[in-house]
């Protein structure tokens, strides 16, 4: 899976230099030292991803696809420079293939709009996990209700892991369309995604995969998987909001109607009739987000210094590491025990409500995420209202885990 | 920022053990209020006789601090007449959002709950049973949600 990328350096991880690199880590919070462990719903960005961005508008912002004049020019080779940056770090075939979006939830919407929509017919069938994030939920519901689609969903186990058996039996020659998450954001679970594409390519199916939690954790070779469209987010990847990538397969891509219409998708306009652009310009109407897409490939760039698998083999000591101590914690449930989890630890306490313990370990310093995550079904799948979830990034150490147990048992204290 | 003067003992205390939990059976009016943000979810009962809320309960699920308002919320209003609950309503909310506001003696136990104006993100926590009381006081049942 990992063959386009050099491996890890042999060196010792130096969650110190990493530290360093993150300005932000140095705040105070509430009079204590910053613990962030809410990578998960959005990582914070290293100097390098700052500087990039304050470089690209300081010399070289213009319009892009438009000027002769010189800014405009280095606009341009800036932001095509970083769609060539992520056809590197997902080894796509082409930047035909890398099509520049706000996010992955624009990018599922993409797919659903302009490959899903205009192909699908009444009693087909889209199927998801039951684990899944709203945003490879909704609008597969939508798609559904446009074209009298049938949404079908493949269960988890207690433990948070799909049911692969019944996956496979839920593939039928109705389905068209399998979305997966690759990471689960509530649970933390990794999918196997490469043989869920194998199973729904056998049955004729077009598998979107849902990349959001896995980018920053686990090595991603578009190709290797055989995924056909894969999104993303340069937000929980160490880079900008408001930027993010949909790979798709050119043979689909190509195949695709525009979404959106618009400046920068053409190649002729008249009232009569419109020529669209080439791909991947026809899928990215208007003035794109370009100091975005300069920020997310400098973030390609700081990641791959790191060693995507170094950072991995680090998170899952903090994982381990947190599990262990986690579990000492009188009254503490974790929630999502599957055995491949990448970085997310959620977890409720007995007696407490998750909403009450967010706020004391923020009153301590320790930024978790608490409520639904954005996966509903989830929650109702386990009888939970919401949990609290502490999420590790490449920054995480020791002293976040150690903040993190010691607001919990001030949650004990508060709520004894 | 303090801590102890979000969950005072009286707090803690009506979360614990939250008096008038429980439902009311018909002609009593109900509505369900939500905070889709924390998945609160809370359903206020309340049987009128006149303009006098006779008896009012509420059950649901949620954080310490919609918790405890529902449960004070109940005993301060139960028995009080409609437009007394009504200045209660507003003297709550401008203690709960309004910098620098004192509570009223009148306020009694709900004063405890002034501590949590400190804590923004939970404002809405303690605001839910007041909306769900008032749209239980309204023209039939309804849903209110904090979002």
Redesign the interface.
């Known amino acids: 899976m990992a063959a386009n990328l050099k491996t890890a350096p042999a060196r010792p991880y130096d969650v110190a230099r990493v530290r360093a690199d993150f300005p932000i880590l140095a705040t105070t919070v509430h009079g204590h030292p910053l613990a962030y462990l809410d990578s998960a719903a959005s990582s914070q960005r290293p100097r390098a991803v700052l500087q990039a961005i304050e470089d690209y508008e300081t010399h070289s912002h213009a319009n892009v696809h438009r000027g002769v004049h010189a800014l405009s020019q280095a606009a341009t080779a800036a932001f095509e420079g970083a769609r060539e940056r992520v056809r590197r770090f997902i080894n796509a075939s082409s930047v035909r293939e890398v099509i520049f979006v706000r996010g992955t939830t624009e990018g599922i919407n993409l797919v659903a709009q302009s490959y899903a929509r205009p192909s699908l017919r009444p009693g087909d069938e889209i199927l998801i996990s039951a684990l899944e994030h709203h945003a490879n939920i909704v609008p597969w519901q939508m798609v559904c209700e446009q074209t009298g689609a049938v949404l079908k969903v493949a269960p988890i186990n207690r433990r948070g892991e799909l049911e692969f058996e019944a996956y496979l039996k839920l593939l039928s020659p109705r389905t068209r369309i399998v979305g997966v998450a690759h990471v689960s954001n509530a649970l933390g679970t990794i999918l196997p995604v490469q043989r869920i594409i194998e199973a729904a390519h056998a049955a004729g199916a077009v598998v979107v995969v849902d990349g959001a939690q896995a980018v920053p954790h686990i090595p991603v070779d578009v190709q290797a998987l055989g995924a056909d469209f894969y999104a993303f987010s340069g937000h929980k990847l160490y880079g900008p909001t408001g930027i993010g990538v949909l790979y798709g397969r050119e043979q689909l891509l190509r195949a695709m109607p525009p979404w959106q219409g618009g400046g920068d998708m053409i190649l002729t306009v008249s009232f009569e009739k419109t020529t669209y652009n080439e791909l991947p310009y026809r899928l990215e109407a208007g003035t794109p987000n370009i100091s975005g897409a300069v920020g997310l490939a400098a973030a390609m760039d700081y990641v791959e210094g790191l060693g995507i698998e170094a950072i991995a083999a680090h998170e899952h000591r903090l994982l381990q590491q947190a599990t262990a101590e986690l579990l000492r914690i009188p009254g503490i449930e974790l929630i999502g025990t599957a055995a491949a989890k990448a970085s997310v630890l959620s977890f409720t306490m007995k007696g407490v409500h998750p909403h009450d313990l967010g706020t004391i370990l923020d009153s301590q310093g320790v930024a978790v995420r608490t409520g639904h995550h954005c996966a509903m079904p989830v929650m109702t799948f386990f009888g939970v209202p919401a949990t609290a979830r502490a999420s590790f990034g490449c920054y995480n150490d020791e002293s976040d885990i150690a903040a993190l147990v010691r607001g919990l048992n001030k949650v004990r204290e508060v709520f004894g | 920022?303090q801590?102890q003067d979000?969950?005072r003992d009286l707090i803690?205390d009506h979360n614990r053990h939250p008096r008038n939990f429980g439902r009311l059976g018909a002609p009593a009016r109900q509505a369900l209020g939500h905070n889709p943000?924390?998945?609160?979810?809370l359903t206020v009962f309340v049987r009128l006789e006149g303009e006098k809320l006779a008896d009012v309960r509420f059950e649901g699920?949620?954080?310490?601090?919609s918790t405890a308002s529902a449960s004070l919320m109940t005993e301060a209003v139960k028995g009080k007449d409609r437009a007394t609950v009504g200045a209660l309503y507003d003297q709550v909310h401008a203690l709960l959002t309004e910098d620098g506001a004192q509570p009223d003696a009148s306020l009694g136990k709900l004063a405890a709950l002034s501590g949590v104006r400190e804590?923004p993100?939970?404002v809405k926590?303690a605001t839910l049973c007041w909306h769900t009381l008032n749209a239980a006081l309204g023209e039939g049942s309804a849903t209110v949600s904090t979002e």
Do not use: E, K, T, V
């Not at chain 2, 943000?37 to 979810?41: A, H």
């Not at chain 2, 699920?61 to 601090?65: D, L, N, R």
């Open positions: 920022m801590l979000l969950y803690l943000l924390c998945g609160d979810q699920s949620g954080c310490a601090i804590f993100a939970r926590c």
